[in-house]
């Protein structure tokens, strides 16, 4: 069975400040891993995508995620967080085999200006 | 451009009503999904269909019903059996293979009048 779990609900940063978003994945196989931006009343974004290519991944807006198997993380980062990153934040774990997706919860990102 | 289209935005149902929101893509994708977001819970899955006139259970099922008859098309149904289906519902696809992203329509607003 494969899960994500994402710690922290809500994350606070300062404008400027460094972004942290953490992930843990649960999966008995190397597994495929994502991360996803939803805006209020919107749709969800990918940000960017493991696939087992390069532990680091670098994705739209600034945004990078490290692949680390021996802590079975992703967790996602951006340097500098600017006004407009404030938004909801989806981890997703998908398998070889079939098409399912596993979510995290989601952690609502806030920046303070 | 390709992507996906979820009609109507906002929805509201009356005691007893049956509605349908409607899902379309143009990505030639073979698999597609809903999925209901409600606060704090991440999305959960309701149905997905990997290949036209065949779908499965997700996780919350109950309420719900689907049809696949084109490839382009997923609507789901929210019958009058579904108690609470006040929440925001996200309908998604991806081609074949867990190493695609899946692709996110703009979502449909459903509450009870």
């Known amino acids: 069975a494969q899960s994500v779990t994402q710690l922290g609900s809500h994350v606070s940063v300062s404008e400027g400040a460094l972004v942290l978003l953490r992930c843990n994945y649960s999966?008995?196989?190397?597994?495929?891993l994502f991360w996803y931006v939803q805006y209020p009343n919107q749709g969800l974004q990918l940000l960017l995508k493991?696939?087992?290519?390069?532990?680091l991944v670098k994705g739209i807006n600034g945004f990078e995620a490290e692949f680390k198997k021996s802590e079975t993380s992703f967790h996602l980062t951006k340097p500098s967080a600017h006004m407009s990153d404030a938004a909801e934040y989806f981890c997703?774990?998908?398998?070889?085999?079939?098409?399912?997706?596993?979510f995290g919860t989601g952690t609502s990102l806030t920046v303070i200006p | 451009d390709g992507g996906i289209t979820q009609s109507p935005k906002y929805l509201f149902r009356k005691e007893g009503q049956n509605v349908t929101l409607s899902c379309e893509q143009n990505?030639?994708?073979?698999?597609m999904y809903w999925y209901r977001q409600d606060p704090g819970q991440g999305l959960r899955l309701i149905y997905y269909s990997q290949i036209v006139n065949d779908f499965q259970k997700g996780d919350i099922a109950e309420g719900y019903s689907v049809s696949r008859e084109k490839k382009e098309s997923f609507p789901l149904t929210v019958t009058s059996a579904q108690k609470n289906p006040t929440a925001f519902y996200l309908c998604?696809?991806?081609?074949?293979?867990?190493?695609?992203?899946?692709?996110f329509g703009d979502g449909t607003r459903l509450s009870i009048l």
């Open positions: 998604a696809s991806t081609s074949t293979g867990g190493s695609q992203p899946q692709h």
């Open positions: 493991y696939t087992s290519a390069a532990t």
């Open positions: 990505l030639n994708h073979d698999a």
């Open positions: 997703a774990v998908s398998g070889r085999t079939g098409n399912q997706f596993y």
């Open positions: 999966s008995s196989v190397p597994p495929y």
